[in-house]
């Protein structure tokens, strides 16, 4: 006998509001008290585009895309109908011993976007992506370490946490594959590390998501030259900063570099199903998928699903059909601009730095004494306190939701969906504005709640 219709709406509406209570007593308990104590448990109820909205029709500009998945914003209907379209074509999906035709034009269709590579491996993370490149350069090479940069962030499962370069991640989940760090821009650190013999690979982030710090102008060329004098791989991990989040498809692009192996993932599901790719030079998956015996020595058990690649075909058709690269080009060049030009206005705020939509505001020490008693206090008690000071009334009074762009950083990182327009802009910087306006007043209610971060930074040490 078939089972009943399952009602997800009448679901929701019934148990939606215990969302932070079954989050608690089954998922991570530490989420819904973390969000309780910066006032960002909200009950959103819908969204579209780059905006959320609550029960009462509230609207919520979205600064975060998911961490940039939502490249497209939210519910692009293109990507939308193309994934009802595909579950009503009830294909034979991963019948394991056929070849679906999705995955191949899926393939062509993101190689056309980076004509140096040549081949694509599908999964269904960003970091299934990273450890499908670890793999493949391990065994190419014939050598076992792999080297990355101090402060990047490549994924946390075992082999991705390897290459993680934040010690408060790996802390307590060793031992971890070969590795070893290297300062980002530092061609001496790399070649000394080259000439031990044992090296696989370097993996890098273009722009790294922490901080939102890029690579020298020039040394990732530089970079890959080393390495292949020394029979070692260069990775690019555009898992962030891939698919048109930088201004040009992959931010590797702008530096004029063919790397071996690249990784993407987040955006390029569109918003809808989640999806991995691993792209690559030919002679390495060649290497890899040496015989018929090897036919799967690599794979996924969901890779390749027919979700997942219409989605993802679907979110390259609009790329194409709506410019978006082109859009996040010139309103990221827009945005920095304007925020670019409130710096010798605030004494406050630092700098302003990052390339396309991927844009990181940094603060630093005042020079007046009021305020630097403040910060002072702050820093002492933990680092980054201020810029979750500027975060939380960004979200209570002008309901924009950012972030902190990593632990212990004085940094507001930005990775908005790609489709925002100038009015977008205008509201954020309009909000921002009255933030440091208030925060430079050195007193209110910013530094009533800095003070409240202050003592429970204290009584958690």
């Known amino acids: 006998m078939p089972a009943d219709r399952l009602d997800l709406a009448a679901l929701i509406a019934e148990?939606?509001?215990?969302?932070?209570?079954?989050?608690?007593?089954?998922?991570?308990?530490?989420?819904?008290?973390?969000?309780?104590?910066l006032g960002f448990d909200r009950y959103y109820e819908r969204a579209e585009g780059p905006y959320f909205y609550d029960a009462e029709g509230n609207e919520y500009l979205d600064m975060l895309a998911g961490f940039g998945i939502f490249a497209l914003g939210r519910h692009h209907p293109v990507v939308r109908e193309a994934v009802q379209q595909v579950m009503d074509l009830d294909l034979p999906d991963l019948t394991r011993f056929d070849c679906s035709p999705l995955p191949g034009l899926l393939a062509e269709q993101l190689l056309s976007f980076a004509p140096e590579l040549d081949r694509v491996f599908f999964g269904n993370s960003g970091t299934e992506a990273v450890e499908t490149a670890l793999k493949f350069a391990r065994y190419a090479t014939g050598r076992p370490r792999v080297l990355y940069c101090e402060h990047a962030f490549h994924g946390l499962t075992t082999g991705s946490l390897s290459v993680n370069g934040e010690s408060g991640f790996r802390r307590g989940f060793d031992p971890l594959l070969p590795d070893t760090a290297i300062p980002l821009g530092d061609l001496g650190a790399l070649a000394r590390e080259l000439k031990k013999g044992d090296v696989a690979a370097l993996i890098v982030e273009p722009i790294q998501g922490k901080g939102v710090h890029a690579a020298p102008p020039g040394w990732l060329l530089a970079a890959r030259q080393l390495l292949h004098e020394h029979r070692a791989l260069l990775i690019c991990d555009e898992v962030q900063t891939g698919i048109g989040r930088t201004g040009s498809f992959f931010a590797y692009q702008e530096e004029g570099v063919e790397p071996d192996l690249v990784c993407a993932a987040k955006a390029l599901s569109g918003g809808y199903v989640p999806i991995g790719a691993t792209l690559g030079k030919g002679w390495i998956f060649e290497k890899v998928y040496s015989s018929m015996d090897r036919v799967l020595v690599h794979s996924a058990s969901?890779?390749?699903?027919a979700q997942a690649m219409a989605a993802a075909l679907a979110t390259l058709h609009v790329m194409r059909e709506e410019k978006v690269v082109e859009n996040s080009r010139r309103i990221g060049e827009l945005f920095r601009e304007r925020l670019a030009a409130l710096v010798d206005r605030y004494e406050l705020l630092a700098e302003v730095r990052g390339r396309g939509l991927m844009i990181g505001i940094e603060f630093g020490r005042p020079r007046s004494l009021k305020l630097r008693t403040g910060w002072t206090a702050l820093q002492a008690a933990r680092k980054g306190l201020f810029a979750q000071m500027v975060v939380v009334p960004l979200l209570h009074r002008h309901r924009i939701l950012t972030q902190v762009s990593g632990d212990h950083l004085e940094v507001i990182k930005l990775i908005p969906p790609l489709i925002i327009t100038e009015r977008e802009v205008d509201r954020f910087v309009t909000a921002f504005t009255e933030v440091m306006d208030e925060a430079h007043r050195g007193s209110g209610l910013m530094w009533d709640f800095g003070r409240t971060l202050v003592k429970q930074a204290v009584g958690n040490r």
């Open 302 to 305: 969901f890779g390749s699903n």
């Open 15 to 37: 148990r939606g509001q215990e969302r932070y209570e079954l989050y608690a007593r089954y998922l991570n308990p530490q989420l819904p008290r973390m969000l309780h104590t």
